[in-house]
């Protein structure tokens, strides 16, 4: 069993840049695949980006490539989201999620954070 919490959102100007932080409880977070995933309101929840266990490989949606980078910290059992050149159609909740399968990149995530709220201001 993971828990996890998000923090680290707020009110950004267009441009600018926030870093996400997801602290998972839990012996067993270095064995978990990690994502992002956001939802805007009105949309469905879409994957931004995911990391695999040992942080060796990344994944990005393409509206984040070149703009979000997402690492880990598997002795401070964190995982992060950093977010440069932020745009309005970034709004969104922002999820951090684990996952038990072994695929990668992974398509099903079992644990999820309560989001935190992230809003680019144009």
């Known amino acids: 069993q993971v828990q996890l919490v998000e923090s680290g959102g707020g009110l950004v100007q267009a441009g600018g840049s926030l870093r996400l932080s997801c602290l998972a409880s839990?012996?067993?977070?270095?064995?978990?695949?990690m994502g992002w995933f956001r939802q805007a309101p009105g949309n469905e929840r879409e994957f931004v980006a995911a990391?695999?266990?040992?942080?060796?490989?990344?994944h990005y949606a393409d509206s984040a490539k070149g703009r979000f980078t997402i690492s880990r910290d598997n002795v401070e059992n964190t995982v992060y989201l950093q977010m440069n050149s932020l745009k309005p159609e970034d709004t969104a909740i922002y999820y951090c999620?684990?996952?038990?399968?072994?695929?990668?990149?992974?398509?099903?995530?079992?644990?999820w954070g309560p989001g935190t709220q992230v809003t680019v201001s144009s």
């Open positions: 839990g012996r067993t977070f270095s064995s978990y695949p």
């Open positions: 999620a684990a996952s038990k399968s072994s695929d990668w990149p992974s398509v099903q995530y079992d644990y």
């Open positions: 990391i695999s266990w040992g942080g060796g490989r990344t």
